[in-house]
Nanobody, 127 residues
Framework: QVQLVESGGGLVQAGGSLRLSCVASGRTFSNYAMGWFRQAPGKEREFVATISWSGGSTDYSDSVKGRFTISRDNAKNTVYLQMNSLNPEDAAVYYC????????????????????WGQGTQVTVSS
């Protein structure tokens, strides 16, 4: 089992920034690809960003590319999501996910099965 705990959400004005953190425990963190997803009210959960277990490969949704940055610190068992230039469309509950994969290539699809999920952290963006 992998336990994931997100933090860093909150209320921010449009154009502002937030940094989300997700701390993992229970297994060897560096073996897991990590991802961030989000779900807004009335919408399906959507992919935001992912990073490979090594940190050498990342992938982003088109809606956040150039504004968000995913990173990880394997020594701290933590993955981050730096969010800049936030707009009201970014408001959602943000979830951290972990998937055990061998590939060094980041892929958003590895979380479709056998992934672990956190409880989420709320991000609200005021216009």
């Amino acid at each position: 089992q992998v336990q994931l705990v997100e933090s860093g959400g909150g209320l921010v004005q449009a154009g502002g920034s937030l940094r989300l953190s997700c701390v993992a425990s229970g297994r060897t963190f560096s073996n897991y690809a990590m991802g961030w997803f989000r779900q807004a009210p009335g919408k399906e959960r959507e992919f935001v960003a992912t990073i490979s277990w090594s940190g050498g490969s990342t992938d982003y949704s088109d809606s956040v590319k150039g504004r968000f940055t995913i990173s990880r610190d394997n020594a701290k068992n933590t993955v981050y999501l730096q969010m800049n230039s936030l707009n009201p469309e970014d408001a959602a509950v943000y979830y951290c996910a972990a998937a055990l994969v061998a590939s060094r290539q980041a892929s958003r699809y590895v979380f479709r099965q056998n992934a672990y999920w956190g409880q989420g952290t709320q991000v609200t963006v005021s216009s």
